[in-house]
């Protein structure tokens, strides 16, 4: 017989809540800082929104990872829920605090290892599953072109039609 799950325990996983409890963590660090009582702030969206943006700046200037200043945000969306989407100043100061970050290049995943997948998905459509051989011919299809393009798999295989542009080739040769 299977166990009932707990619905709001599996709501988030394990990893999530603790990165959760961090940014709570240190917006409570900063409320005790500055001698402010948290649910004197959370009392009115301007007053929450005004004092989140403090403690992002606060964040920024200490050079505190933003992933902690992004889940403290986050936190307060989740224990109250009626600010979700009224967050707006403080997702803009995030937003900015993200624009003066260096550009990181994604790292693609070695040549070998998609060599490797590629080989396993046309082994699997023809001789493991070939029921399934659509299926694995097209991801086959994909997963070349989509390492080139610098997609991760699950990225590639969200391609669709509509997603491409292609020339018209008819009216291309006409001008």
């Not at 709001?8 to 009582?37: D, K, M, N, P, T």
């Not at 992002?56 to 403290?72: D, M, R, T």
């Amino acid at each position: 017989m299977c166990r009932a799950a707990n619905l709001q325990g599996s709501l988030r996983s394990a990893a999530y809540v603790r990165r959760l409890h961090a940014g709570r963590s240190a917006l409570l660090r900063f409320c005790l800082l500055h001698q402010i009582a948290w649910n004197s702030v959370v009392l009115s969206t301007s007053r929450v929104n005004q004092f989140l943006v403090a403690f992002l700046q606060s964040c920024f200037e200490n050079k505190q990872p933003l992933w902690v200043a992004k889940h403290a945000v986050l936190w307060v969306q989740t224990k109250h829920r009626h600010l979700k989407g009224k967050l707006r100043t403080a997702w803009d100061s995030i937003h900015s605090w993200e624009l003066k970050m260096p550009v990181r290049s994604r790292i693609p995943m070695p040549m070998l290892v998609m060599e490797a997948i590629w080989a396993a998905s046309l082994m699997r459509a023809t001789v493991l599953e070939p029921s399934r051989s659509l299926l694995w011919f097209g991801f086959a299809l994909v997963i070349r072109p989509g390492w080139t393009g610098l997609l991760r798999p699950g990225e590639a295989m969200s391609i669709t039609a509509e997603s491409c542009r292609f020339p018209d080739l008819l009216t291309a040769s006409l001008g």
